[in-house]
């Protein structure tokens, strides 16, 4: 195991610089850049202090259960849930999203179909249309999007998307967590 690379993931995870992680942590910056390049070893307790800062512990920064991490999912690992009352059917097209920063969906939307109403939230939503026309509340605003458009947005207001086509309309969302 390489300490010093699993330290600089991390750190550039947390979009820290070498200066920053060294002040937060009383060490500089020189000291860190050797320990992400393998040159210097860290004392448990200073360690210990770079993962709290870091945001993890030493279970999971030892943890190499995670070392193949898995890039391809397929078909039959999506999640799918159908609600027919609302009239739309969800796909989670990663089965570990919700740990993800981004959630990516396929959502359905039968003919006069909608999806549930969010609360306010710190989300941002990518949607692109597929197929149909979609019509998204955003507050007191209304935007429709046809198949072939995009739209994007925080989430910062109520908001919910609803079928405006004469047929089934079908989506890719990709929202980051908090949202779906």
Do not use: C
Request: hydrophobic share 35%.
């Amino acid at each position: 195991m390489q300490i010093g690379t699993k330290i600089k993931r991390l750190r550039l995870k947390n979009g820290l610089t070498q200066e920053e992680l060294g002040e937060r942590t009383d060490l500089s910056k020189g000291f860190i850049s050797q320990l992400e390049r393998d040159l210097n070893s860290p004392s448990i307790e200073t360690l210990f202090s770079l993962l709290e800062v870091l945001g993890t512990t030493p279970r999971e920064f030892f943890d190499d259960s995670d070392k193949e991490k898995k890039v391809v999912f397929t078909t039959n690992e999506h999640t799918i849930h159908t609600d027919e009352d609302m009239g739309y059917e969800i796909d989670w097209l990663i089965t570990t999203s919700n740990k993800k920063e981004m959630e990516p969906v396929y959502l359905t939307l039968q003919e006069k179909g909608q999806y549930k109403q969010f609360e306010p939230s710190l989300a941002e939503t990518f949607i692109y249309v597929l197929e149909g026309k979609v019509r998204l509340l955003l507050g007191d605003e209304e935007y429709l999007a046809s198949a072939g458009d995009s739209l994007y947005y925080e989430a910062s207001d109520h908001h919910q998307l609803i079928n405006a086509f004469s047929g089934k309309s079908e989506m890719i969302i990709v929202a980051t967590q908090s949202y779906l």
